[in-house]
């Protein structure tokens, strides 16, 4: 299920879209309001109502469990598609109620149409408030209105994976290689392209998939678990994992197949590793980020110590972007819901780097622990942040407050719309609906897609002042 309301307020270069609506669901007519999360709260008479024209394309589905991670993976199927239907291919990793029953999931969803489908699923919820039913199934009923279509179809086959897995990533050069990160403590590689090619050549196969079992390229074991991976952009092949041990690991490709991994960690971080990024323009750097409440950047070439240190929020810093449109900007969340950007041009190495010298932008407004954070790769000015509140947000650095427009729409809507008052210019857009978001990610090629995962199931949504500005 996925919420998202449009809110008219103009800014600079941009249409926002924000929250949700909240009006009578019985009795007279009452004046539309637009939704504050976190600060409004829904009256017995009253409920949450999407703005269709907030997205140009919004879609749900799951694939039996909750999955704490996933990835896009790169196809050939066109570098920029702006024309509907989209097909899209998944891997994502479950999170089973008992180790066994867990497994590494490659998916294909065709059929993605732009037009708004219906968000609420017309069947039970399990006690785990998950739907027992993909909601591909339910897409069949809005088939008069789209001329007879059909709505998503989705495909999957089935990895049996032992535990719960924390974190997937595939390889940018070659997207059949995956790395899982397993609860259990152990980094495992994977060779999907059998299932990748099955998908790829069949329609018609059942949404429950292939349940398959095949043995790992390799497995290393952290000595703990961990969440923190990324595959090198640069360099085929080439891997870092960190874990809850405070140590990561580089490892080196030695085949299309093997690897070697160093057995001397990177050392620094007094708390676990949460996220890993590497540089997208230095093949041998990339930075961490630790529940330390601490950022570092390292160079592999330079030994195992860090090259720059630096204290980065007021607690656990959860994950980090690295923008690939402008190589100087780093991007971190943390448990205590801030956003910031680094400037990383003004980083001093010998680890006397204060953050304020380096922090180009700084947000307050989500109050849960961020999640997942994004930079696009179509706008080097655009990033997006999922939330333990129940919230994703799309964020533009470019945007900045017009009082003349703010003033010439309240002149025009105030007796229609209450806006909200005191949100950041830069927030440009709020997705809401789903339960405790996860992970999210940008497709690389198809502008203005995003994916997230959350405990109910995914979304694909593609806000319209979003891919207005890319096509």
């Not at 997705?431 to 405990?455: C, F, N, R, Y």
Request: hydrophobic share 35%; net charge negative; charged share 25%.
């Amino acid at each position: 299920m996925s919420r998202g309301i449009k809110h008219r307020q103009r800014a600079k270069r941009k249409t926002k879209n924000r929250g949700e609506s909240s009006s009578s669901s019985s009795g007279p007519q009452v004046p539309v309001k637009v939704w504050q999360p976190g600060v409004d709260k829904l009256e017995e008479d009253e409920e949450l109502q999407c703005d269709p024209s907030a997205y140009n394309s919004l879609h749900a589905f799951h694939i039996g469990w909750p999955c704490l991670s996933f990835d896009i993976l790169r196809d050939s199927l066109g570098l920029v598609r702006t024309e509907f239907p989209h097909t899209v291919y998944f891997m994502a990793g479950t999170q089973a109620e008992k180790p066994s029953w867990n497994s590494i999931g490659i998916f294909k969803v065709s059929n993605i149409s732009g037009k708004l489908l219906e968000l609420v699923p017309k069947h039970e919820t399990d006690d785990s408030g998950m739907d027992e039913d993909s909601d591909s199934e339910d897409d069949s009923d809005d088939e008069e209105e789209d001329g007879g279509a059909t709505g998503p179809a989705l495909q999957m086959r089935k990895v049996a994976h032992e535990g719960c897995i924390n974190r997937i990533r595939s390889m940018t050069q070659n997207p059949h290689i995956c790395a899982s990160w397993a609860e259990s403590g152990h980094v495992q590689i994977w060779d999907m392209s059998s299932h990748l090619n099955a998908l790829a050549e069949t329609e018609t196969e059942d949404v429950q998939g292939v349940d398959v079992v095949q043995s790992p390229l390799q497995k290393f074991k952290h000595g703990d678990e961990g969440y923190a991976i990324d595959w090198n952009p640069l360099v085929p092949g080439r891997l870092i994992s960190g874990g809850r041990n405070n140590s990561i690991y580089l490892w080196e490709p030695t085949s299309a197949a093997t690897w070697n991994i160093d057995q001397t960690p990177f050392n620094g971080h007094t708390g676990s590793v949460e996220d890993l990024q590497w540089s997208p323009v230095e093949p041998d750097v990339f930075a961490s980020c630790s529940v330390d409440k601490s950022i570092a950047l390292w160079d592999a070439r330079s030994g195992r110590s860090q090259v720059v240190f630096f204290n980065a929020h007021n607690a656990d810093v959860n994950v980090l972007s690295w923008s690939r449109l402008a190589s100087r900007l780093l991007a971190s969340g943390s448990d205590d819901g801030t956003i910031s950007i680094w400037d990383l041009r003004m980083l001093k190495k010998g680890g006397d780097t204060v953050a304020a010298d380096i922090v180009v932008a700084h947000f307050e407004y989500h109050k849960h622990p961020i999640a997942s954070i994004e930079w696009s790769p179509h706008e080097a000015s655009s990033l997006a942040v999922s939330s333990s509140d129940n919230q994703l947000t799309i964020w533009d650095l470019s945007l900045e407050k017009d009082e003349e427009e703010e003033a010439e729409f309240k002149a025009k809507t105030q007796e229609h719309v209450k806006a909200p008052e005191d949100l950041p210019p830069q927030l440009l857009f709020i997705h809401q609906g789903q339960k405790d978001p996860k992970e999210l990610h940008w497709h690389t090629q198809i502008p203005g897609m995003i994916v997230s995962t959350a405990a109910d199931g995914f979304n694909v949504l593609m806000p319209s002042n979003i891919q207005s500005t890319l096509s």
